[in-house]
């Protein structure tokens, strides 16, 4: 089955220690995006990236870090300096080519709750 | 500012009720225009995408239009199962595809 895997689906951490997000594709897709959701707000991008060994800052990428060693892997860092991480956190991908073929999807989501 | 907003914020149809969810944006020059629904506690799954107005695009009981101004979900006679948050977005402006998305309309269908 093709599709984008999150793990784990649910994550507790501490005030003051930094967590890893996973996030898998094995659609081939060439971009990958990280967003976070938080209740009455629309999803906001923090991160992106369009290739491999390439990634750009979105809106709000204060307090994470990301990187893109593989094509079909964009792990996300909440660092201890993200003053609010908790919140629900997805992860996308989409072809990037051309004009008809823009579409992000999604993986299935981790809640990530900082006590 | 880009802005994308949705209404109602919220919506409750009895089953069989057809109704329209809008989806405003204010930029200019649209390079396209994304439906998603998404389920409590799960990522958005992917409806439609919508490139130029009077483009329209249809699943199921759900059909997507789309003007110069706006986009509308239109539901036509939904079951419970339609019952989900649905939320549009478009591409930004800055060169990149990149979603902005705006905070959805919550739909309830009751039996």
């Known amino acids: 089955d093709g599709g984008i895997t999150q793990s784990p689906k649910y994550l507790f951490r501490k005030e003051g220690q930094n967590v890893t997000l996973s996030c898998e594709q094995n659609?081939?897709?060439?971009?990958m995006y990280w967003y976070r959701q938080d209740p009455g707000q629309g999803l906001r991008l923090i991160y992106y990236?369009?290739?491999?060994?390439?990634?750009q800052k979105g809106d709000i990428a204060e307090g994470y870090s990301v990187s893109r060693e593989k094509k079909e892997s964009f792990p996300l860092t909440v660092t201890s300096a993200q003053k609010n991480p908790t919140a629900f956190y997805l992860c996308?991908?989409?072809?990037?080519?051309?004009?008809?073929?823009?579409?992000?999807?999604f993986g299935p989501g981790t809640r990530l709750t900082v006590t | 500012e880009d802005q994308v907003t949705q209404s109602p914020e919220a919506l409750r149809l009895q089953e069989g009720e057809s109704s329209s969810l809008n989806c405003s944006y204010t930029?200019?020059?649209?390079?396209?225009l994304f439906w998603y629904r998404q389920d409590p506690g799960k990522g958005p799954e992917f409806l439609f995408t919508?490139?130029?107005a009077g483009e329209e695009k249809e699943k199921e009981r759900l059909k997507a239009t789309l003007t110069k101004k706006e986009s509308f979900l239109h539901i036509t006679a939904p079951k419970p199962e339609d019952s989900a948050t649905y939320l549009c977005?478009?591409?930004?402006?800055?060169?990149?595809?990149?979603?902005?998305f705006g905070t959805g309309t919550r739909l309830t269908v009751i039996p």
């Open positions: 990236s369009q290739i491999v060994n390439d990634f």
């Open positions: 977005a478009r591409i930004d402006q800055t060169g990149a595809n990149n979603l902005f």
């Open positions: 919508l490139y130029s």
């Open positions: 930029v200019s020059g649209l390079r396209g």
């Open positions: 659609l081939n897709h060439d971009a």
């Open positions: 996308a991908s989409s072809l990037n080519a051309g004009v008809t073929k823009r579409e992000q999807y």
